[in-house]
């Protein structure tokens, strides 16, 4: 069935790093993908979005770039930042539901 | 403009009890669905309805179901409660003016423990 396979974490880096997750999945045909962020103690928020085939999503540094030919929606931040700390979790769409990978926690240490 | 709420927040109950979730979506929206967050399977999406109708169903056993109001509100129901229902259960709503798309807006979730 449709999976998501997300870089491990938890991840730790120092304010201004570059950020990498990755995040391959499995699914029929070429689904809308999103990332979403889970800040501590409050639900998942929409943190950008791709809907077709080389789209870039953007929002408040982060990008991801949809790739079909590796059916993969890897997100980057060029600087981290102390208030980046939360739970990322990348998401194709498909069959009327959201497929979340298992999450990748981010700390960004001062 | 409010966001998702659910109700309650948090809860304890004890095994073979049952329990209601509340969610009221943002205003006008008409999509409702739930998911469940645990440590060990992560997000799983239980159900979604629609305009009072059950659209789509995840696979989980009918101890879990669901139900929508006139107004888009929605609750959810478990009966025959057992310790691996813990878990964490979040309502997220969207607008649905037309393609189904995967932009949800999440509540805080209400967070179940089962003793």
């Known amino acids: 069935g449709d999976s998501v396979t997300q870089m491990e974490g938890p991840v730790t880096l120092s304010e201004e790093a570059f950020l990498t997750i990755n995040c391959t999945y499995t699914a029929t045909g070429y689904p809308s993908l999103f990332w979403y962020v889970q800040y501590p103690g409050e639900g998942l928020q929409l943190l950008l979005k791709?809907?077709?085939?080389?789209d870039k999503g953007s929002n408040k540094g982060f990008e991801a770039t949809y790739r079909k030919e590796t059916t993969s929606f890897h997100l980057e931040k060029g600087s981290v930042q102390v208030s980046d700390s939360a739970v990322y979790f990348c998401?194709?769409?498909?069959?009327?539901?959201?497929?979340f990978g298992q999450g990748t926690e981010l700390s960004v240490k001062p | 403009k409010a966001g998702v709420t659910q109700t309650p927040r948090y809860l304890i109950k004890t095994r073979g009890q049952q329990v209601t979730l509340s969610c009221s979506p943002i205003?006008?929206?008409?999509?409702v669905s739930w998911y469940q967050q645990t440590p060990g399977q992560g997000l799983q999406f239980l159900f979604e309805y629609f305009s009072e109708t059950q659209r789509n169903k995840g696979n989980f056993p009918g101890r879990f179901s669901g139900r929508q109001f006139s107004n888009s509100r929605s609750e959810m129901n478990v009966s025959t409660l057992e310790l691996g229902d813990s878990a964490l259960y979040l309502c997220?709503?969207?607008?649905?003016?037309?393609?189904?798309?995967?932009?949800?807006?999440f509540g805080e979730g209400s967070r179940l423990t089962v003793l």
């Open positions: 997220a709503s969207s607008l649905i003016s037309g393609r189904r798309t995967g932009e949800l807006f």
């Open positions: 998401a194709p769409y498909q069959g009327g539901k959201l497929i």
């Open positions: 791709a809907t077709k085939a080389d």
């Open positions: 205003s006008g929206h008409r999509s």
